[in-house]
């Protein structure tokens, strides 16, 4: 799956993408997760390799890694997770979400054939900020990855041109300073921070930390945002099912989730999903 396909989806309407933590909660629940999503209209998946100390992350994506890695999640098993995933659904691009370590214990430019060579679209390394990013965009660009760099409310005008120049696949757009995690209160100015960054960059637009509610997104893509991304509040989900201890809490853990990403969904999934059904 090439970094254009990305682009070109994009395009064409907004996407709302979950965010998964490959082996949550079991190598094999998180690949049936991941199938699960494109099941109901999800075009396109966020993945992230566990990690036991994710800095951008909050408590639920941190509850979600230290789940997949106390099932015995590594690197390598998380690659070959990823193969699978895209197996599953050859086109439907997958964007990762992998922490600096784990990239340079493998080296960049083996961990970027690697992954690209499982499925991989692009890869987001949210602890490799801009400045020492070259080599990382250069192991990228060779293995054809769509190398994405995050923004935020506090990036400068200058910095944000900066990174769309350079952004070959979309410029991931970060809803409020901080780690993730399910927000409350309003989301006006959330909505007025997409709608001036959509206005300043030539990329599509990707928002994500903090999304869990449908106006939110429906919200984000009136101010021109193109991609949504949820992580926490499905994090939330997955772990509250798998705490359960039920002993058919596979299938729980599976139907609570895609209750919750049905829930999300935006006219386009919808549209999708009665497509698919009239061809049924």
């Known amino acids: 799956m090439t970094r254009s396909r990305v682009k070109r989806l994009l395009k064409t309407s907004p996407r709302v993408s979950p965010f998964l933590v490959i082996g949550d909660p079991t190598p094999q629940l998180s690949v049936e997760l991941a199938r699960a999503a494109v099941g109901v209209g999800a075009e396109m998946i966020e993945l992230g390799f566990p990690y036991s100390d994710p800095v951008a992350d909050g ?19 998380a690659i070959a997770l990823l193969g699978r995933v895209h197996d599953a659904s050859p086109q439907t691009p997958l964007n990762l ?17 690697e992954v690209a060579g499982a499925g991989a679209s692009t890869l987001l390394v949210p602890d490799i900020p801009l400045e020492e990013s070259a080599v990382l965009k250069r192991a990228c660009r060779k293995a054809g990855l769509g ?37 409350s209160g309003g989301f006006e100015a959330v909505e007025m921070l997409v709608a001036r960054v959509a206005d300043a960059v030539s990329n599509p637009l990707c928002l994500g930390f903090g999304l869990s509610k449908r106006e939110q997104i429906e919200g984000a893509f009136r101010a021109g945002a193109r991609l949504a991304v949820v992580g926490s509040h499905l994090a939330n989900v997955i772990g509250a099912a798998w705490a359960g201890n039920d002993p058919g809490r596979d299938r729980i853990v599976v139907e609570a989730f895609s209750e919750a990403l049905r829930a999300l969904s935006t006219p386009e999934i919808g549209r999708k999903e009665e497509h698919a059904g009239h061809h049924a």
């Open 97 to 113: 979400l992998v922490y600096g370590n784990l990239v340079h214990a493998r080296g960049f430019e083996r961990f970027c054939e």
């Open 59 to 77: 408590p639920a994506i941190q509850a979600a890694a230290g789940r997949s890695l106390a099932a015995g999640t590594s690197t390598t098993q």
């Open 147 to 183: 190398h994405v760099q995050l923004v935020g409310p506090l990036t400068s005008r200058e910095r944000l041109a900066r990174i769309d120049r350079i952004a070959d696949s979309f410029v991931y757009l970060v809803a409020h300073q901080g780690v993730t995690g399910v927000r």
